[in-house]
Structures are given as C-alpha cells and as structure tokens.
C-alpha cells in the first residue's frame, strides 16, 4: 500500500528556515515524479515543486518560491524533501507531498502545517 | 505563467442531479506531440487532502465512481457529476500540467441545493 507522511512543519519567525520531509512507503520515491503542494489557510491549492524520476531527474519551482525552496530527495531513505528558506509570512500553508500528482496511480500525504510569524 | 479560471465559484445542486464544473485555460494545454490535453481534476472534502478524480482531461482515476466525467480539449475543459450524491460535497479544484509552473484553479465549491 501507498502511504506518504510529510513532517517538520511548524511555527517559524519571517527569514528563518524549514526542511519538511515525506517519507514514502510502497514504493520507490526514485521511480516517480514527486511533488510539493501547498495550501494557505482558508484558500485552494498552490502548485510549489516537481522532481521527476532518475538519477537526472529535473527540479522545477513556483516563481513565488524559485530561489528560496529546494527539492530533493534521498533514495536510501525513501524520502522526499522541501528544503525552505528565507521564509515569508506569505508562506504559510499547509503541505502536502505528493505521488504521480496528476497521473495513475496519484497519491497524496495528510500534510505538514508550516506558520511563519513573528 | 498558465491561468486555471474555474465556473462557477460554487454550485448548490439537489441530490440526483447533474453538476457541471468549468475550467478554462489561458494557454491551451493540448500537446501535438501525443494528442493529449494535459488536464486533471481534483476532489478535497473538508478536512482532507485532496484526490485526483480525472487526469489527461478524460481518463478516471482507479477506483473514481463513474458518475465523475471530464471532457474537453485546448482550452475548455468540464468536470460533470452525474446523480449527485451527498459525499459529492466538495472543492473541485482543476490543473494543467504542460506547462511549468503547474497551476490549479481557484476552486469550485459544490453543495447539496
């Protein structure tokens, strides 16, 4: 069974920095693109990142967080990653790791609450 | 960057009957290479991640009811609910993904009229 469980979401101040993980089970998050997605509180869904499969795979970003947010992930962990920084008030949200976000197979995380307030 | 309009902003509809769900593309996301419009629907109920109900603007997700359709090419594309049923309650975002950055909707809440 699929299953994908995002963590290190929390309260940071406006500047500071997060690395959200979502570890994947059920298959290999090496073998697929995998994807970022946010939502602010109250507002529908933003489109954050891409990594597609491969040793090559491709990142590709949001205007509103190209710069500031890498995507990455560790094959030996089975895990995905949004490493974030320089963060803005703007960027909080909830946010969801995704699986084959808009093909078969899709598959979507509980997501990771991150606030950034002073 | 690609603009996702949805219609209408929200939707009461009697259990039953049929729902129709617009999106709109400000760039038509039809790829000559293979012919396929590169289009998906999503479903979020309240409290839930979402879920994706149609992808290539026509095909069902596996295990999607199939009183969900999409149709559609280019530009205008329809997300259409047969037999309305109350666990149907939900934002029904669209998204391309020919072009990055992928963008979604704004979303079009559904309700039981």
């Known amino acids: 069974e699929v299953q994908l469980v995002e963590t290190g979401g929390d309260l940071t101040q406006p500047g500071g920095s997060l690395r959200l993980s979502c570890a994947a089970s059920?298959?290999?998050?090496?073998?697929?693109?995998m994807s970022w997605v946010r939502q602010a509180p109250g507002k529908g869904l933003e489109w954050v990142s891409v990594?597609?499969?491969?040793?090559?795979?491709?990142?590709y970003y949001a205007d509103s967080v190209k710069g500031r947010f890498t995507i990455s992930r560790d094959n030996s962990k089975n895990t995905l990653f949004l490493q974030m920084n320089s963060l803005r008030a703007e960027d909080t949200a909830v946010y969801f790791c995704?699986?084959?976000?808009?093909?078969?197979?899709?598959?979507w995380g509980q997501g990771t609450p991150v606030t950034v307030s002073s | 960057d690609v603009v996702m309009t949805q219609s209408p902003d929200s939707l009461a509809v009697s259990l039953g009957e049929r729902a129709t769900i617009n999106c709109k593309s400000s760039r038509s996301v039809l790829s000559n290479s293979n012919n396929k419009n590169y289009l998906a629907w999503f479903q979020q109920k309240s409290g839930q991640s979402p879920r994706l109900l149609i992808y290539?603007?026509?095909t069902r997700e596996f295990g999607v009811p199939d009183r969900f359709s999409g149709s559609g090419s280019g530009t205008d594309f329809t997300l259409t609910i047969t037999s309305l049923q109350a666990e149907d309650v939900a934002v029904y975002y669209c998204q391309q993904y020919r072009y990055v950055p992928y963008t979604f909707g704004q979303g079009t809440k559904l309700e039981i009229k």
């Open positions: 290539w603007a026509s």
């Open positions: 995704a699986r084959a976000l808009s093909d078969s197979g899709s598959s």
């Open positions: 059920g298959f290999n998050v090496s073998d697929i693109y």
């Open positions: 990594i597609y499969a491969g040793a090559s795979g491709g990142a």
